[in-house]
């Protein structure tokens, strides 16, 4: 993607099922949990480079010892600067005391990190300061084991305000709006009234109260707690949580929007939000490591007992396809094996649009994301270079020499048009100054295509507010001389806004919007935007908003070809000499390619959940009003 978005977090979650001795034995470290964590939070990195952070917990502590910790960081390399506190920690602590570092006791009783239970988190900041607070796990503190609770997760929540509501009712004070502390907070509610509840089944009885709070921990019900606590949660997530005496859980919405996977033996139980730095860390095939149903709760008790519970109503799944095209990983086999087909499919569109002229186009693609969908698309290229080899071979079987040497030479002219440098950072606050400077991100290589002759077509992975597009790239690559330059999309239009982990809440910002604009304006028909803007205003007001996504009705005026090339227009720049198409992937094609992750709502407009209607129809009377919010 060329337009830099922030986007989604990412969780790491070890529970060891073995004594400490054991992984020392077996493994020759005392740092097997720490080792294991850091290459699952190394292998998510693309999930989060605002913060970072790591809480653990000790099994059956002494009173007065220290038996949850936590580190957070936002330095530059938060990763780096959370294990490099850590690991200097148990360095510095057995340097006087070397024969100790294999010994399990030893390490338990002195070292803060020898724990049993991890949970790690890599955050991008969707919103709000980049500062310590912001950064997961959260901790909600209690004197009592059983009520202590360590959370954190990769989510956005619709419905904060409501949830906010329930917290006021039952008697709380809330401070903060923030949604994961909101959630800890609720969470943390049934847990207080599970406690109680086992607490006042052994009062009478003859056990004291030491006995009885060993009877809460091992008989806390943490699925009733999380069907109780999320059974209004209105979003998309994946979030895990920690009791401070040893049960732990991980949950994911029902509709499946965020991803989480798992994987469980002998030894561990693991969870990550991304499947291939669960097969990288344990070295895995793919098929061991499996998915978090969506609205089930992988619970791990503190006895080791481990079971998916289904927590929430089953939903349609509707799993996020723009995070496949774009976002996770391209290691995973499936989004792979999707961004090759996003790229394949274009096939048809992109030979029309150059007029099947292979000979005079150049393709290529913009870094870094695009490449694999690049290498789908030449797929196709190449397929369709193939049958005209045939055909013209049929159709003329006595081909001179010279003519068939030509023809079975022909292939597609791949080269590496743009150069992605290292991110710049510019001083300068005038705008005309800092777009100059900022328009240098990329480069060209120069002298690769034939000036004044060649079609080049460059495809991106998805096009979200074109201002990349408008600013640098186009400029760049009409001093290389085309005729003609076509931008390929693997994604669709991006219309509306997310509000389910994915920074792109504002609805202006996107150039689909941009040209919709533009195209009511061609036409005569602005008065359309104040008629959607009334809608949207008389639902929130009677707390309908919910209920129906209003500004589908703008766009249902124009067709796809239509906004494409309104599209083209706007980001072409004024003074670029080659003429600028823009195609885009259908929702079809992206359906087809990604046919497990149907969630198309970007695109669409089609949200999983109510609350996703709110925020569009928010959205839509903040860009009206001129109200620069966000709408969730």
Same mark, same amino acid.
């Given at each position: 993607?060329?337009?830099?978005?922030?986007?989604?977090?990412?969780?790491?979650?070890?529970?060891?099922?073995?004594?400490?001795?054991?992984?020392?034995?077996?493994?020759?470290?005392?740092?097997?949990?720490?080792?294991?964590?850091?290459?699952?939070?190394?292998?998510?990195?693309?999930?989060?480079?605002?913060?970072?952070?790591?809480?653990?917990?000790?099994?059956?502590?002494?009173?007065?010892?220290?038996?949850?910790?936590?580190?957070?960081?936002?330095?530059?390399?938060?990763?780096?600067?959370?294990?490099?506190?850590?690991?200097?920690?148990?360095?510095?602590?057995?340097?006087?005391?070397?024969?100790?570092?294999?010994?399990?006791?030893?390490?338990?009783?002195?070292?803060?990190?020898?724990?049993?239970?991890?949970?790690?988190?890599?955050?991008?900041?969707?919103?709000?300061?980049?500062?310590?607070?912001?950064?997961?796990?959260?901790?909600?503190?209690?004197?009592?084991?059983?009520?202590?609770?360590?959370?954190?997760?990769?989510?956005?929540?619709?419905?904060?305000?409501?949830?906010?509501?329930?917290?006021?009712?039952?008697?709380?004070?809330?401070?903060?709006?923030?949604?994961?502390?909101?959630?800890?907070?609720?969470?943390?509610?049934?847990?207080?009234?599970?406690?109680?509840?086992?607490?006042?089944?052994?009062?009478?009885?003859?056990?004291?109260?030491?006995?009885?709070?060993?009877?809460?921990?091992?008989?806390?019900?943490?699925?009733?707690?999380?069907?109780?606590?999320?059974?209004?949660?209105?979003?998309?997530?994946?979030?895990?949580?920690?009791?401070?005496?040893?049960?732990?859980?991980?949950?994911?919405?029902?509709?499946?929007?965020?991803?989480?996977?798992?994987?469980?033996?002998?030894?561990?139980?693991?969870?990550?939000?991304?499947?291939?730095?669960?097969?990288?860390?344990?070295?895995?095939?793919?098929?061991?490591?499996?998915?978090?149903?969506?609205?089930?709760?992988?619970?791990?008790?503190?006895?080791?007992?481990?079971?998916?519970?289904?927590?929430?109503?089953?939903?349609?799944?509707?799993?996020?396809?723009?995070?496949?095209?774009?976002?996770?990983?391209?290691?995973?086999?499936?989004?792979?094996?999707?961004?090759?087909?996003?790229?394949?499919?274009?096939?048809?569109?992109?030979?029309?649009?150059?007029?099947?002229?292979?000979?005079?186009?150049?393709?290529?693609?913009?870094?870094?994301?695009?490449?694999?969908?690049?290498?789908?698309?030449?797929?196709?290229?190449?397929?369709?270079?193939?049958?005209?080899?045939?055909?013209?071979?049929?159709?003329?079987?006595?081909?001179?020499?010279? &003519? +068939?040497?030509? @023809? !079975?030479?022909?292939?597609?002219?791949?080269? #590496? $048009?743009?150069?992605?440098?290292? /991110?710049?950072?510019?001083?300068?606050?005038?705008?005309?100054?800092?777009?100059?400077?900022?328009?240098?991100?990329?480069?060209?290589?120069?002298?690769?295509?034939?000036?004044?002759?060649?079609?080049?077509?460059?495809?991106?992975?998805?096009?979200?507010?074109?201002?990349?597009?408008?600013?640098?790239?186009?400029?760049?690559?009409?001093?290389?001389?085309?005729?003609?330059?076509?931008?390929?999309?693997?994604?669709?239009?991006?219309?509306?806004?997310?509000?389910?982990?994915?920074?792109?809440?504002?609805?202006?910002?996107?150039?689909?919007?941009? &040209? +919709?604009?533009? @195209? !009511?304006?061609?036409?005569?028909?602005?008065? #359309? $935007?104040?008629?959607?803007?009334? /809608?949207?205003?008389?639902?929130?007001?009677?707390?309908?908003?919910?209920?129906?996504?209003?500004?589908?009705?703008?766009?249902?005026?124009?067709?796809?070809?239509?906004?494409?090339?309104?599209?083209?227009?706007?980001?072409?720049?004024?003074?670029?000499?080659?003429?600028?198409?823009?195609?885009?992937?259908?929702?079809?094609?992206?359906?087809?390619?990604?046919?497990?992750?149907?969630?198309?709502?970007?695109?669409?407009?089609?949200?999983?959940?109510?609350?996703?209607?709110?925020?569009?129809?928010?959205?839509?009377?903040?860009?009206?009003?001129?109200?620069?919010?966000?709408?969730?």
């Amino acid at each position: 993607m060329s337009d830099s978005i922030k986007h989604e977090c990412g969780i790491a979650f070890i529970r060891l099922l073995k004594p400490q001795q054991y992984y020392i034995d077996k493994y020759g470290t005392s740092s097997y949990a720490l080792n294991k964590m850091y290459l699952l939070m190394e292998k998510q990195h693309n999930r989060g480079q605002d913060g970072a952070g790591l809480a653990y917990i000790k099994f059956d502590t002494l009173p007065g010892e220290e038996y949850i910790n936590r580190l957070r960081s936002t330095k530059t390399q938060p990763l780096q600067d959370i294990f490099t506190r850590v690991f200097n920690e148990f360095n510095t602590k057995t340097k006087s005391f070397p024969k100790q570092r294999l010994n399990a006791e030893w390490l338990k009783q002195n070292i803060s990190s020898a724990g049993e239970l991890f949970l790690g988190h890599l955050r991008y900041g969707t919103h709000g300061a980049n500062s310590i607070g912001a950064c997961h796990p959260f901790i909600r503190k209690n004197n009592w084991r059983s009520r202590n609770l360590v959370m954190a997760g990769n989510f956005n929540l619709t419905n904060v305000d409501e949830l906010i509501d329930f917290l006021i009712e039952i008697g709380q004070h809330p401070i903060q709006k923030r949604d994961t502390v909101t959630v800890m907070e609720k969470i943390g509610h049934y847990v207080d009234s599970d406690v109680q509840r086992i607490y006042d089944k052994y009062k009478g009885s003859n056990h004291d109260r030491k006995a009885i709070s060993s009877f809460i921990e091992k008989e806390l019900d943490i699925e009733e707690i999380l069907k109780l606590a999320a059974k209004d949660f209105d979003g998309g997530y994946l979030m895990a949580g920690l009791i401070g005496h040893g049960d732990a859980f991980v949950l994911r919405d029902p509709n499946g929007i965020r991803p989480g996977y798992y994987y469980m033996d002998e030894e561990v139980v693991v969870v990550a939000s991304e499947r291939p730095a669960i097969q990288t860390s344990f070295n895995l095939s793919s098929d061991k490591v499996k998915v978090i149903p969506p609205g089930h709760a992988l619970i791990v008790k503190k006895d080791g007992k481990v079971s998916l519970k289904q927590c929430l109503p089953e939903r349609e799944i509707l799993s996020c396809s723009f995070e496949r095209v774009y976002f996770s990983r391209g290691t995973d086999t499936e989004i792979y094996k999707e961004r090759l087909a996003l790229g394949y499919g274009l096939t048809e569109k992109v030979m029309k649009e150059i007029n099947y002229d292979y000979e005079n186009t150049v393709f290529s693609f913009i870094p870094n994301t695009a490449e694999v969908a690049f290498y789908g698309m030449m797929k196709g290229i190449e397929e369709h270079i193939n049958t005209h080899k045939q055909t013209q071979i049929e159709a003329d079987p006595d081909l001179s020499s010279d &003519a +068939l040497n030509r @023809l !079975l030479s022909l292939r597609p002219r791949v080269e #590496k $048009i743009i150069v992605k440098d290292v /991110k710049m950072r510019t001083f300068i606050t005038e705008d005309t100054a800092r777009d100059e400077m900022v328009s240098h991100v990329y480069d060209i290589t120069y002298d690769s295509i034939n000036r004044n002759l060649d079609t080049l077509v460059m495809l991106d992975d998805s096009i979200v507010r074109g201002t990349t597009l408008e600013k640098s790239i186009l400029s760049i690559l009409d001093r290389l001389g085309p005729k003609k330059i076509v931008v390929v999309s693997s994604a669709p239009q991006i219309r509306y806004p997310d509000c389910y982990g994915i920074d792109m809440s504002k609805i202006q910002d996107f150039i689909a919007f941009r &040209a +919709l604009l533009a @195209l !009511l304006k061609d036409t005569n028909q602005e008065h #359309k $935007i104040q008629e959607v803007y009334h /809608k949207c205003k008389v639902a929130l007001k009677e707390g309908k908003s919910k209920e129906k996504n209003y500004v589908q009705e703008l766009y249902a005026l124009f067709t796809d070809d239509e906004i494409s090339a309104k599209v083209a227009e706007i980001v072409q720049p004024k003074n670029i000499v080659a003429e600028v198409k823009v195609i885009f992937q259908s929702i079809e094609g992206l359906n087809k390619s990604c046919p497990k992750n149907l969630g198309d709502w970007y695109f669409t407009g089609n949200y999983p959940t109510p609350g996703g209607n709110k925020v569009v129809n928010l959205a839509f009377v903040y860009f009206v009003e001129d109200r620069n919010e966000r709408a969730y």
